[in-house]
Antibody, heavy 121, light 108 residues
């Protein structure tokens, strides 16, 4: 069965960096793109980027700074989100979500369980 | 790019019809997807491509779209339907995704 398993929660100090992983299984990794979505505490969902798992090229949300880098390692069917120069405002749950497979009678949609990144001194 | 606008909250009594709207200039050209999120969990898709319901989603959930507005309707809302609902769409001009601000549904 399709699974997206994300890395565990992380606690970092301001200015540090963090790398969140999203490991896919149960399907051919390069057949579907991946979206990254974040949710700050008490806030709504925010789409961050879509990554082409074949090429590693990402389409970023407008306004997302260069501190956020999205990548893939096809050999281990894993996508990564690396955030540098962390700020308190980066505290959020980060989700990965596979492009859905939708037909006339069903739509298969898969999300990771989310990774909480806490930025605090 | 454009924005998706949702009401912050909707409240209904059990058995009533809940209606959640999502407006955006790009909706006539782009599909809307609706997600339900319960506290602390990953979102669950309840409507895709404006009107279609994934398997396993109760029939009381339905979607419609007209012009710049999409609507999620829950006929005969139940207590278990409480949660936050988000509309989602992509801008076909730049392939960027976007979520509405979310609507908190209360059934009591």
């Amino acid at each position: 069965q399709v699974q997206l398993v994300q890395s565990e929660s992380e606690l970092r100090e301001p200015g540090a960096s963090v790398k969140v992983s999203c490991k896919a299984s149960g399907y051919t990794f390069t057949s579907y793109g991946l979206n990254w979505v974040r949710q700050a505490p008490g806030e709504g969902l925010e789409w961050m980027a879509w990554i082409n798992t074949n090429t590693g090229k990402a389409t970023y949300a407008q306004g997302l700074t260069g501190r956020f880098v999205f990548s893939v390692d096809i050999s281990v069917s894993t996508a990564f989100l690396e955030i540098s120069s962390l700020e308190a405002e980066d505290t959020a749950v980060y989700f990965c979500a596979r492009d859905p497979l939708c037909g006339t009678t069903n739509c298969e949609d898969y999300w990771g369980q989310g990774t909480l990144v806490t930025v605090s001194s | 790019s454009y924005e998706l606008i949702q009401p912050p909250s909707v409240s209904v009594s059990p058995g009533q019809t809940a209606t959640i709207t999502c407006s955006g200039d790009g909706l006539p050209k782009n599909y809307v997807y609706w997600y339900q999120q319960k506290s602390g969990q990953a979102p669950v898709l309840v409507i895709y491509e404006d009107t279609k319901r994934p398997s396993g989603i109760p029939e009381r959930f339905s979607g419609s779209s007209s012009g710049t507005m999409a609507t999620l309707t829950i006929n005969g809302a139940q207590a278990e339907d409480e949660g936050d609902f988000y509309c989602y769409s992509t801008d076909s001009n730049d392939n960027r995704g976007m979520f509405g601000g979310g609507t908190k549904l209360t059934v009591l």
